[in-house]
Every structure is written in structure tokens, then in C-alpha cells.
């Protein structure tokens, strides 16, 4: 965070360096928060906004849980309890999904304004003099090995992993991601995904303010709003999923006309498989490059990036970030494949999580050193690598990654129900829906209901089947 307020950069109008100090006048003004987070991690409940980074910033020294908001109670719940959170900043329209009894900081008026509860007591926390606190921050440091943040994933076994990112992966990461975007001061970032979202908070977050330029948020993602916001000529620079810029087409098509966008200077797109028909609509309709990118959790998350200094090749994921190297690797062996053979997609850099808070044994594996992302790829001479397919089970849907053995376990849990099966269904605008077979004594609407209140939204099915014999 100190990093971050000392570029100069704005979040919404506020100034990242007053953001900051916030923070840090929180923890200074709130002894009970201080005790609650004693030896313990914190975690951020909050939509994309400049709570965000005040949130970041009173979190310093301990670990923060980036919490989905889009996640349901029993999941955040398990987050909470195997990261053994001492407290969460949240907001009051989230507060709700929390566990009880579990101190949280209310955020809803910050930079101004904050309120703790819990312990037995509530108070507010005037944040006012944060504005008089002199911070001393040096852009160019490369971070701490102490974790920043966990964000969970890689639920192969089941069960979502709560993957650590230190200081130093994320300020590297980004760092790669401002040289491989060409991002300046002169920038100005158009933020879409949640920052619970590593491709969000890293590429449309942390990179721009480490280079003093200004975000713009939108805490949830309307295309109306959003295209609105391109034409009026400010943005220079765009991140998304698939999801979100077929979305943004829609609109356009729906004008009946081409809507130009000569400011924007980037658009990038990752979080699954780009259709390269999708490149070229974007092309067609605003006149600006769509470049796709290549990343994971545990890689914090930009390894592959069609960056600006070579040609833009649509269907492929680019060229290794700098500071990042990638390799594609035999499944079996883990010894290099030769261009144009396909293997499982490895990394090892700065950029790279150590490990998960807990489970290590089920999470993504290391092999002489790479990472094995469980992604096939192939690699071209030119060092462009494309998308094959996966080893690891799992798909994407609008960008978020859903295991169905995760899907399965708790599913299975409903009374009633003795087998389940979770599998993708293609779906253009979203990657994939779900469809979820299962058998026992029960209804799809009981099984709709079951898992609206224990799996995330983008999680939940389209289509469910049950067979009684």
C-alpha cells in the first residue's frame, strides 16, 4: 500500500496516498481492531471501489482474504474460519453474509469515516486526520516476502484452497504488467472486475496506481454504464473477461451502429478462452485492438500477455510477461516440449505464490521449480503460446473458475440425494453454463434452493436433472 500511495495515482477522484493514510489512521484510532487482528489475518468483503484500498492499507502486516461478494454465507464462512480471520472490512449491504460474532470494520463512508463492531462494543472511527499524516512510500521497492493476500481457488479436491500472494508477487506482477501495457501517469484505467478477482485487483487496480495513473470503478459491471463511460473519451485503458466485452458488444449491436473509441490505447482480456471472432467484432465495432492475456491465482495473476511492443495475434495468449518465464512441459516427464507440441503450461518467476494456507497436497503442484498450471498449451517459435485445453478439472464461467467436484461435495450433502454429477455446457456469452444429474429422494427445485444458499452465484446451474430410481 505504501508503494501504491506513493506513485501519485486516484481511485475515483481520491488520491491513493489519501487512501492510505486512512488505513493506517484506522488502525491507529481502533485499539479493539488492532487486538482482533493480533497473531490472526483480516479479510475485504467489499464491492470495486476506493474502500478498497483503505481496506489493503489497515490490513498491513497480516495476510487480507479477498472475499467474493458474489459468494454465498457457507463459503465465506469456510474462508474465514480456515484463514482464521480476526475481522473483516466490509460494508453494511454485506455485513449480512458474515458469520455472527465476528468483528467487522464498516466501510461504507470511507475515506471520511469508519465504524468497528464487535467485542462487545461498537464506535466509529473518524478518519479525518488522516489528512494531515505524511507518508513515506518508495515506488520501486520489490515488496516483502509477507503475505499481502489470500484468494481461494483450485478446488480440485473439492474443497477451494486459499491461495498466499506476497508483497513482493504482487508489486512484480504488476510492475511486468505496466511494462508489458506501456502504462503512464497519463493513463486512465476503466476497473469492470471485482479486485476480489486477482486479473482485477493486479491489472486494473495495483498496475495503474504503481504507474500514478487514475481508476475509475464501477462496483458492479453494467454495459450501458460502462460503454457510457468509453465514449466519453477519457479512458485509455480497458480489462475484462470474455464475459464482459461480448456484453459490451451486445450494447453496440443493439445501437444498430459502430461506436468508435480512438482513446482507448489498450484492451485487455483474460480469465478464459477468447474467441478470436470476438477480436475481430471488437475491432469492427470501436475501431480499438482486443489483446489477450494468460494468467492464474498463483501466479498473481499475468503470465502471457499479447504486449504492446510485438503484433497483436488473435486466438493466441501472447508472450511471457517480463520478469515471468514459461515453459510448456510434458505432463508426464516435465521436460520441455518443442514448438508446435502441445504440453502443460509451467511458470516460475517473482510472481509466483509460495502456497495455499492450508492443503498444499491439493493444489496445484511444483515440479523443479515450475509451476504446473494444469493448462495445455502450445508454444510457437516466436515464443506465442495458445490455449489447448486443461489437464486440471475444471471450466471457466464469465471468467470465474468452477471445479465440479467442488459443485458435487456440496451437493451431495443435501439429504436425499445419493450421486451427483456436474459437468459444462457451452454457452457463448458466458463460456459455459452448468448442468448438474443428480440421483435420490429429491426435486430440482429443492436442489436449486440447496445451492443457492451454500455455492456463489456464477456457481449456480442452469439446468438441473434428477433421476429417482
Known amino acids: 500500500p505504501l508503494a501504491l500511495g506513493a506513485a501519485d495515482g486516484q481511485i475515483d477522484g481520491h488520491p491513493a496516498a489519501q487512501l492510505v493514510a486512512a488505513g493506517v489512521t484506522l488502525l491507529q484510532r481502533c485499539a479493539p481492531l488492532v487486538r482482533a487482528l493480533a497473531g490472526r489475518r483480516a479479510a475485504v468483503l467489499l464491492p470495486t471501489g476506493p474502500h478498497y484500498l483503505v481496506a489493503l ?11 467474493n461478494p458474489l459468494a454465498a454465507p457457507p463459503e465465506i464462512d469456510h474462508q474465514c474460519r480456515d484463514a482464521d480471520v480476526g475481522a473483516v472490512f466490509t460494508i453494511g449491504s454485506l455485513a449480512v453474509k458474515l458469520p455472527p460474532g465476528l468483528p467487522v470494520v464498516l466501510l461504507d463512508d470511507a475515506p471520511r469515516s469508519a465504524r468497528f463492531v464487535g467485542a462487545g462494543e ?68 476503466l476497473a469492470l ?62 445501437r444498430g451502429r459502430r461506436v468508435p473509441l480512438p482513446a482507448i490505447r489498450v484492451a485487455m482480456c483474460g480469465g478464459a478462452p477468447l474467441d478470436p471472432a470476438v477480436q475481430d467484432q471488437w475491432a469492427d465495432a470501436t475501431g480499438s485492438e482486443l489483446r489477450q492475456g494468460y494468467g492464474l491465482t498463483e501466479a498473481a495473476p499475468v503470465c502471457l500477455f499479447n504486449d504492446l511492443g510485438h503484433a497483436n495475434i488473435p486466438g493466441t495468449l501472447g508472450r511471457a510477461m517480463p520478469g515471468v518465464e514459461v515453459s510448456v512441459r510434458s505432463v508426464d516427464t516435465g521436460a520441455p ?80 440425494v445419493r450421486t451427483v454429477q456436474v459437468a459444462a455446457i457451452p454457452e457463448p456469452t458466458r463460456e459455459n453454463d452448468i448442468i448438474v444429474d443428480v440421483t ?30
Not at 57 to 67: D, K, N, S, T, Y
Not at 348 to 357: K, L, M
Not at 442 to 466: G, H
Open 122 to 189: 461498537a464506535r466509529a472511527i473518524d478518519l479525518g486526520s488522516h489528512v494531515g499524516l505524511t507518508l513515506e512510500g518508495e515506488i520501486g521497492v520489490p515488496g516483502s516476502p509477507e503475505e499481502a493476500a489470500i484468494v481461494y481457488t483450485s478446488a480440485m479436491a473439492g474443497i477451494p484452497l486459499g491461495a498466499i500472494l506476497t508483497h513482493g508477487n504482487l508489486l512484480a506482477n504488476a510492475r511486468s504488467t505496466e511494462e508489458a501495457a506501456r502504462t503512464t501517469a497519463d493513463d486512465h484505467m
Open 440 to 469: 435420490g429422494d429429491v426435486t430440482p427445485d429443492v436442489v436449486r434452493r440447496w445451492c443457492e444458499r451454500r455455492l456463489s452465484s456464477y456457481k449456480q446451474p442452469a439446468e438441473i436433472r434428477v433421476n429417482t430410481v
Open 193 to 254: 472486475l471485482p479486485f476480489s478477482h486477482l486479473f482485477g485487483l493486479t491489472v486494473s487496480g495495483l498496475m495503474p496506481l504503481l504507474s500514478g495513473a487514475r481508476v475509475t470503478t464501477m462496483g458492479r459491471f453494467n454495459p450501458v454504464r460502462a460503454l457510457e463511460l468509453l465514449e466519453q473519451g477519457a479512458i485509455t485503458q480497458l480489462v475484462g473477461v470474455p464475459a464482459v466485452f461480448i456484453a459490451l458488444l451486445q450494447v453496440v449491436a443493439r
Open 57 to 67: 492499507a489497515a490490513a498491513e502486516g497480516r495476510g487480507a482474504v479477498l472475499l
Open 337 to 416: 516440449r518443442p514448438a508446435g507440441v502441445s504440453g502443460e503450461i509451467c511458470v516460475r518467476g517473482a510472481n509466483v505464490s509460495p502456497g495455499y494456507v492450508s492443503g498444499n497436497i491439493d493444489g496445484l503442484a511444483r515440479r523443479d521449480g515450475w509451476l504446473r498450471t494444469g493448462d495445455i498449451g502450445i508454444a510457437s517459435t516466436d515464443g506465442t503460446v495458445s490455449f489447448v485445453g486443461l489437464v486440471k478439472p475444471m471450466f471457466t464461467r464469465s471468467g470465474f473458475n468452477v471445479y465440479p467436484r467442488e459443485l458435487e461435495r456440496a451437493i451431495g450433502e443435501l439429504p436425499g
